[in-house]
């Protein structure tokens, strides 16, 4: 399922860090320390919208985004799940899956534009990946 002339918009490679590599998408974690925060971006060029997606790897695309959240939960718990693929900046084809707690920083508007990103500290961050990794089962 993948492309071999597929490339991360340079924006997305900007913001984020790699997680894993999953059948149809690759995962990203948003440097963001405010949100539990995963980027879903499938590996195929020419796609802006879900519906662009041939129906098979639509279906897939869902089951890659119902894994992460759940990885994401048992990483860092969260009340609520927004899930976004916007594309009005970047219109590369990709899925966000924020974890959303009630009194968090951008609560309760979207937290897309909503203040300045608290980066990850390195160390952090290579912890926050591996654990996500290991509940992705990707480890």
């Keep these: 399922m993948t492309t071999t002339d597929f490339a991360l918009d340079p924006r997305l490679t900007a913001d984020t860090q790699h997680v894993a590599s999953l ?3 690759e995962v990203l974690l948003m440097n963001d320390t405010r949100f539990p925060w995963l980027v879903l971006v499938p590996r195929q060029t020419n796609r802006v919208e879900i519906c662009d997606l041939a129906p098979e790897q639509q279906a897939v695309l869902w089951q890659e985004v119902k894994r992460s959240a759940d990885a994401l939960r048992a990483v860092a718990p969260f009340d609520k799940l927004n899930l976004g693929a916007l594309g009005n900046i970047v219109r590369q084809l990709h899925v966000h899956v924020v974890g959303r707690t009630d009194g968090d920083a951008a609560w309760p508007g979207p937290v897309w534009g ?11 961050q290579a912890q926050q990946i591996q654990a996500l990794r290991r509940a992705l089962g990707v480890d």
């Design 23 to 25: 059948p149809l998408c």
């Design 114 to 124: 909503s203040g300045k990103a608290l980066p990850y500290e390195p160390a952090a």
